[in-house]
């Protein structure tokens, strides 16, 4: 049965770590938001799905993954749960900790990227925020995006220079890679500098897209553009 996964169909977004490790995987699933309607997917299967009176344990927001009677909520959780299905996890008990604990950093710097447009309330459009935003974004390029990178770059130094954990691509490194990419959309002269100084996570980033799978799905109509709708976006201004 092939995985189903419940996301917004025009965002990359959190739902974009889930599709890396599925990618890359070869896996088999649906996208149930970005079918057609006339198969019972698209947004509207999405809505239903996400106000179902009959799930017991609802997720707040997706993405979500659907594995037969099993649901997960939590992009962390899912790949926390996907990795050793995958093979994208070692198999101790503790690389999967190891991993799942570098994963919620990364959704750490993945929530202060979205804060730097919405700062104050995210019921708030990015242009009622602007003078905040400036501020905010200000000190997430000075100081948190080379916190972080330098973080990542400790980790692959201290392992085998080339992954996060272990000596084979686990969830960690794609989401790494994912985080890289958006930064770079987001943020290119900030991202640019911060990585100038930490170039084993500047070399992550380079290889992964060059994994096959990763490199067809990339090039294939099925990764969506990174746009201003989503975590990740370019307005100039904030790139400090």
Known sequence: MAYELYYWPMLQGRGEFVRLALEDAGADYV?????????GRGLGALTRFLEDPSIARPAFAPPVLRDGD????????????????LGLVGESEADRIWTHQIQ????????????????????LNYEDQ???????????????IPEFLAWFEHVLTRNDGRHLVGDRV???DL????????????FPNAS????????QVAALHAAIPRRPRLAAYLA????????EQCIFRRYPELDG
């Open 31 to 39: 996208d149930i938001a970005r079918g057609p309607d006339a198969d």
């Open 70 to 85: 099993t649901l997960i909520g939590q992009t962390a959780a899912i790949l926390l749960y996907l990795g050793p299905r």
């Open 104 to 123: 919620l950093t990364i959704a750490d710097v993945v929530a202060e990227a979205h804060d730097t447009h919405h700062p104050i309330a995210i019921s």
């Open 130 to 144: 602007k003078p905040e935003a400036a501020r905010r974004a200000r000190d997430f390029c000075r100081n948190r």
């Open 170 to 172: 686990t969830y960690a």
């Open 175 to 186: 989401s790494l890679f994912q985080l890289v990419d958006g930064l770079h959309y987001a």
């Open 192 to 199: 640019a500098a911060a990585l100038s100084d930490n170039p």
């Open 220 to 227: 294939s109509p099925r990764r969506i553009p990174f746009n």
